[in-house]
T-cell receptor
Framework: EAQVTQNPRYLITVTGKKLTVTCSQN?????MSWYRQDPGLGLRQIYYSMNVEVTDKGDVPEGYKVSRKEKRNFPLILESPSPNQTSLYFC????????????????FGSGTRLTVV | QKEVEQNSGPLSVPEGAIASLNCTYSDRGSQSFFWYRQYSGKSPELIMF????GDKEDGRFTAQLNKASQYVSLLIRDSQPSDSATYLCAGMNSGGYQKVTFGTGTKLQVIP
């Protein structure tokens, strides 16, 4: 089944304790991205990657790191989580990003609900 | 700030009616648009893509794009209770890379 797999689904952690949220896709997609979703603010992009070893900041990158060492994996790292990073996180991937086709549409993972206390 | 704006709703329509969801955008560089449906507690799923001015139909869904007015809409014909969800509008623009900006979503309630 074509999918984006995120783990864990739920995570409660304490301030300052490093954590990694994993994301893996099995569709050979070029483009991967991380979003956070907060009430009233919608989906905001954290980081994106256009290919292996190519990553760049989105709109809200502070406090996050990513890496893309393999095409299928795009982990999100919080080096020192803070309570304002409590949110619902989504990993998403798309086959392309030309802006001209349905293949530019995202497939989303199931989400990770993170609580930082 | 390049934005995609949607009325948060909820938009309530009776079963069988046409639901009309609207979205405006501020970036004239936006060239294509997506509609995603998000059920409560679930992840967004892609339902429509539109690139050219005019209408695009897929089953009960019709997406409309008017680039001159910077306006995108989604019509859902013969609305069903299973269509009750939040609908997210997203615009893709050519700003160095094809950046996708999401609206905050409109919650649709279809009343049986």
């Amino acid at each position: 089944e074509a999918q984006v797999t995120q783990n864990p689904r739920y995570l409660i952690t304490v301030t300052g304790k490093k954590l990694t949220v994993t994301c893996s896709q099995n569709m050979n997609h070029e483009y991967m991205s991380w979003y956070r979703q907060d009430p009233g603010l919608g989906l905001r992009q954290i980081y994106y990657s256009m290919n292996v070893e190519v990553t760049d900041k989105g709109d809200v990158p502070e406090g996050y790191k990513v890496s893309r060492k393999e095409k299928r994996n795009f982990p999100l790292i919080l080096e020192s989580p803070s309570p304002n990073q409590t949110s619902l996180y989504f990993c998403a991937s798309s086959l392309s990003w030309t802006g001209r086709g349905y293949d530019d549409g995202y497939t989303f993972g199931s989400g990770t609900r993170l609580t930082v206390v | 700030q390049k934005e995609v704006e949607q009325n948060s709703g909820p938009l309530s329509v009776p079963e069988g009616a046409i639901a009309s969801l609207n979205c405006t955008y501020s970036d004239r560089g936006s060239q294509s648009f997506f509609w995603y449906r998000q059920y409560s507690g679930k992840s967004p799923e892609l339902i429509m893509f539109i690139y050219s001015n005019g209408d695009k139909e897929d089953g009960r869904f019709t997406a409309q794009l008017n680039k001159a007015s910077q306006y995108v809409s989604l019509l859902i014909r013969d609305s069903q209770p299973s269509d009750s969800a939040t609908y997210l509008c997203a615009g893709m623009n050519s700003g160095g890379y094809q950046k996708v900006t999401f609206g905050t979503g409109t919650k649709l309630q279809v009343i049986p």
